[in-house]
């Protein structure tokens, strides 16, 4: 028999909140998540390591659609091509923010350099 997890289980497993993981399977970015004859969602091995997945990606900087475009690129059963490029595509876009973030952070250091000589 199959593992099964709680709502609550499952929150403290993956580290999101009640309400995400409802709103990631209302998206449709997981699920969909079996249910017990009254009604109470129950969460696999698979739906936590789904979540996983999503979870990584949206700490990568995807936003909900992003997440919705390649969670179905992933449920196709269309050529993988398309799922690589689309990581190809964020990943290069990541690259492009971490330049920028970067870029930022010296202004930052700069202006620290600069104000913490006036204190001096």
Known sequence: MTQTYSPGEAAEMTGLSLDTLRYYEREELIGPIERLPGGRRVFSEGDLAWIGVVTCLREAGLGISDLQRFTGLLRSTGDP?????FLR????ALI???????A????LDDKIAHYSALEG
């Open 96 to 102: 492009e923010h971490m330049t920028r973030m970067e």
């Open 104 to 107: 930022a952070l010296g202004v």
């Open 81 to 85: 091509a398309s799922r690589v490029g």
């Open 89 to 92: 595509e964020r990943r290069v």
